[in-house]
């Protein structure tokens, strides 16, 4: 099994469509959980942390299932500008802060 | 925010040179840099943690004769790839702790993409 598994996609879906992606990860040590944008030839931005409790950040909605170890990105109202391929990051084990990246969701949204 | 900068952008060298990057906190000090390899439509490979003043850890399967790293500042960390060879081509990432920020929020810079002909 792969540490961090995220489906490749990619999903292609119409401008004001809600898309959602899941992630799961291998390590139940792990502390910490991220979602990290990253355009063609660039490098990762941080979009949000993902925390127990969830969590909004305007259009962008994020969860986290400890006991399921996976976690969750939902997309509301989807933008052309929100085609990008989306890396689920996990920090990995306790006290460490080596960060793991999962292999990438690709979304564009259509016109 | 918390800015990092790489250089070069991208390099394209012949087999068998040597190639430095350099990856520099630009407003604020990293006792932290990390250096990903990431091959095309693939995610992103931690290589090697870099501590100022000590020696790199190095992840498994990474060649630390090959990939020298140094972190001789709280602002530079550089990763030399000696000999590269073709199979070395790939999109380099170093990113940086910033302080006063979660301790594991991590800032990237923008990359260099080294072509090996």
């Known amino acids: 099994r792969k540490e961090v598994e995220q489906d490749p996609g990619p999903f292609n879906v119409p401008e004001g469509a809600t898309v959602a992606f899941n992630c799961t990860y291998s390590n139940s040590a792990s502390q910490s959980f991220f979602w990290y944008r990253q355009d063609c030839r660039k490098e990762p931005k941080l979009l949000m942390s993902?925390?127990?409790?969830?969590n909004e950040d305007g259009r962008f909605t994020a969860q986290l299932n400890r006991a399921s170890q996976y976690i969750s990105l939902l997309i509301r109202d989807s933008k052309l500008s929100d085609s990008a391929t989306y890396l689920c990051v996990v920090n990995w084990g306790s006290g460490t802060y080596k960060y793991i990246f999962g292999t990438g969701t690709r979304l564009k949204v259509l016109a | 925010g918390a800015v990092v900068s790489q250089h070069p952008s991208w390099v394209i060298c012949k087999s068998g040179t040597s190639v430095k990057i350099e990856c520099r906190s630009l407003d604020f000090q990293a006792t932290t840099m990390f250096w990903y390899r990431q091959f095309p439509k693939q995610s992103l490979m931690l290589m090697a943690t870099s501590n100022e003043g000590s020696k790199a850890t190095y992840e498994q399967g990474v060649e630390k004769d090959k990939f020298l790293i140094n972190h001789a500042s709280l602002t530079l960390s550089t990763l030399t790839v000696t000999s590269a060879h073709p199979e070395d081509s790939s999109f380099y990432i170093c990113s940086a702790q910033a302080p006063g920020t979660s301790a594991d929020t991590q800032y990237f810079g923008p990359g260099t993409r080294l072509t090996v002909l």
């Open positions: 993902v925390y127990s409790s969830g």
